[in-house]
């Protein structure tokens, strides 16, 4: 199969690999707010003091002081919508994907209050699923395949135009292939000027570059396979070597059989976890080089040893769990407007 390299000139990533967290102290998921009625799937945390989420019916929400007070907006004319991504910049501009047919992309300049739209697509079989940014112009967003082949536009202005990948270009899917937009977090950055994301549903796999590797994670029914992918060294060139990707079941969530698998050579071999998470998670993110934090419907888990065993930390479900960009503050989302935010505890 031959995937298209996505060059995005130079581009400037985010290092998080010089973050610390203490490593024998295990978190606590602490609930800062909840009972919007929304399903967050979306989470975007800029920093220690402003993250953003969004979700169902519409809806999005922003805090400025490290999650002690949420603004929630209703999007005008999407009341019915479901935002599954968003990436914001700072306390006032933000894009927000609506995933299903007709697609859109929306883009807010002044905190929320009033949203653009700044991409429409109306062909038949849209769902976008999920987006990346590698800086404040570059961004990617995937979408599910269309007549066999997966969907990719792509931003160099922050989100204010986007331009599809021409058709010949896109990677195939095969048969019953597709991606979740469980969290927004199955496409990354991969370097400095390219992505990797991953696949589920009937076959299951990540795309890398030109490569395509097939993953040892449970799939082959619609309702199986990875959900999403970390990378820890993606600000480096050439980077991608340590990646590791979660998923499952989710209409088995206390499933924990072939749910979890890293790889520290760029995807040629996957590594099972000796204890994996407990059950179908949609979301993992890295922490710091050994530290991964992943959720789903049925808790959290924590490891402190690069992904070789985890320890379940909350019986909390979430979908969504995110790394400050510029920080280290930890946010997660779920159902029912929920926002959580990890504190530690020597507990």
């Known amino acids: 199969m031959k995937f298209i390299s996505i060059p995005f000139f130079s581009l400037n990533i985010l290092c998080v690999c010089n973050r610390t967290y203490a ?33 169902s019916n519409g809806t999005a929400g922003k805090t400025t002081n490290g999650g002690k007070n949420w603004k929630w907006f209703t999007v005008k004319g999407f009341e019915k919508r479901d935002f599954r991504d968003i990436e914001a910049f700072d306390a006032t501009t933000a894009v927000i994907v609506a995933v299903a047919e007709p697609a859109y992309i929306l883009k807010t300049n002044d905190g929320g209050e009033t949203w653009k739209v700044v991409y429409e697509n109306k062909t038949k079989g849209m769902f976008l699923d999920a987006m990346e940014f590698w800086n404040e112009q570059a961004g990617i967003v995937v979408g599910d395949p269309i007549n066999g082949k997966f969907f990719i536009t792509r931003s160099f202005d922050g989100g204010s135009t986007w331009q599809d990948i021409p058709f010949d270009n896109r990677p195939r899917a095969d048969s019953g292939e597709a991606c979740f937009a469980a969290s927004g977090t199955n496409v990354r950055a991969l370097d400095r000027d390219e992505a990797v994301f991953v696949s589920g549903g009937k076959r299951s796999r990540v795309f890398i570059r030109n490569k395509t590797f097939e993953l040892p994670i449970i799939q082959g029914t619609e309702t199986e396979g990875a959900n999403s992918i970390s990378v820890y060294d993606h600000d480096k060139r050439n980077g991608g070597k340590k990646m590791i990707v979660v998923g499952g079941d989710f209409n088995a969530d206390t499933l924990d059989k072939k749910n979890c698998f890293f790889t520290d050579d760029a995807g040629k071999t996957w590594i099972a976890p000796k204890i994996p998470p407990h059950g179908y998670r949609s979301c993992v993110e890295y922490l710091s080089k050994k530290i991964i934090l992943t959720c789903g419907l049925n808790g959290i888990d924590y490891s402190i040893d690069g992904g070789k065993t985890f320890t379940w930390i909350s019986k909390e479900g979430f979908h969504v769990c995110r790394i400050a960009k510029y920080g280290t503050s930890i946010f997660l989302a779920g159902n029912n407007g929920k926002v959580g935010r990890l504190v530690w505890s020597d507990r």
Not at 23 to 41: D, F, M, N, Y
């Open 23 to 55: 490593q024998k102290a295990l978190p606590i998921a602490e609930v800062v707010t909840a009972g919007t009625p929304t399903s967050l799937r979306g989470l975007s945390v800029v920093n220690d003091n402003v993250a953003w989420v969004s979700g």
